[in-house]
């Protein structure tokens, strides 16, 4: 199924990786960010997706120009890490609103054309964190864990319909944003060594599932989610070991 896409987040990261394959598939594509995405193809609507009215006005210019949303992919996220009792109300609210509650703003507009055409998909964007907790991110395991959540809820109350719903669940993507936060090639090489494929996703691998998902040949998909983290919620640490630390605990090397 090609259409038209609305695509949050579309300025960088994944989301401007999803935009771009999107474009490539032969969507008609419309990128919501507070920031112009430069892209080739990408019809640009400047908006907060936080903020209802501006989504709401965001939503009926993408379908006056390109007709009814066929595909919704919600990327939009933030991060604050600090343990909870360090946590301020405000900073709470920050991702709860950006991660979680931009969800449901975007969902609930586009929801009547959907309903309306009898068809569409919606895609969210998730996290592992929310499977297998990291130090210091409460309240972005819970957000990405009530995106879940609401994905599995939308797909019930509206697969009647038509609509189909999926969440992709990326570990570690080697984005501009990940890697401003590593200390060179040590860090990356310690991110590689924490799954069993020893790698770390690209924008460009979460976009292609994405497009999949979203797609006719991903129709039978919904109400689930979908992992890319090369393996590494599945693992014990301990398998991760080298070898010789492998060996001093009586597991048989790799």
Sequence with gaps: MTGTALITG???????????RFVADGYRVVGIDTTDPELSGVTYQRADVTDPADVEAAVRAAEAESGSVDALVACVGITEG??????????????????LSSVFLCARAVLPGMLAAGRGSVITVG????????????????????????????SVDYGHHGLHFVTVSPGWVRTPATESR?????????????????ALCTPEQIASTVAFAASADGAMLTGTELVLDAGASVVSPASLLRDAHRIRM???PL
């Design 10 to 20: 579309a300025a960088g990261g994944i989301g401007r990786a999803v935009a771009a």
């Design 82 to 99: 600090r343990p909870l009792h360090q946590t301020t109300t405000e900073e709470w609210n920050a991702v709860m609103t950006t991660n």
């Design 127 to 154: 996290s592992v964190l929310h499977r297998t907790a990291a130090p210091g991110l409460p309240a972005y395991a819970a957000s990405k864990g009530a995106i879940a959540a609401l994905t599995r809820q939308l």
């Design 182 to 198: 590593l200390d060179g090639d040590q860090d990356l090489e310690r991110l590689r060594e924490s799954n069993p494929l020893r």
């Design 250 to 252: 009586g597991l048989p």
